[in-house]
Nanobody
């Protein structure tokens, strides 16, 4: 069974920085797309930053120039460096990945979500 394990959320003052990390637990064959989404109370979940299957990073306009997504392929880990955070960045941040696994003789390719990590920015 594969799970995405997130860490790094917390309380931070506006203008400060945080780094989130996410890695899958369990046996996997390949990670395809992987990235971060967020959801604030009363709002829909939105894309923050993701790597496409081709390795291209895409960012929401609201975080461009402040957030950086990176990854360590050897560790199957993706990071979100959040700089110059603002109160409007306050959300639960979710890691998402499309992962290929082997289940017996079958190959499965599906989306996984982390449990979410709270980021709260105070001014």
């Amino acid at each position: 069974q594969v799970h995405l394990v997130e860490s790094g959320g917390g309380l931070v003052q506006a203008g400060g920085s945080l780094r989130l990390s996410c890695a899958p637990s369990g046996s996997i064959l390949r990670i395809n797309e992987m990235g971060w989404y967020r959801q604030a109370p009363g709002k829909q979940r939105e894309l923050v930053a993701v790597f496409s299957s081709g390795g291209i990073a895409n960012y929401a306009d609201s975080v461009k120039g402040r957030f950086t997504i990176s990854r360590d392929n050897a560790k199957n880990t993706v990071y979100l460096q959040m700089n110059n955070v603002k109160p409007e960045d306050t959300s639960v941040y979710y890691c998402n990945a499309r992962i290929t696994t082997r289940e017996g003789f079958d190959i499965s390719n599906r989306d996984y979500w982390g449990q979410g990590t709270q980021v709260t920015v105070f001014s």
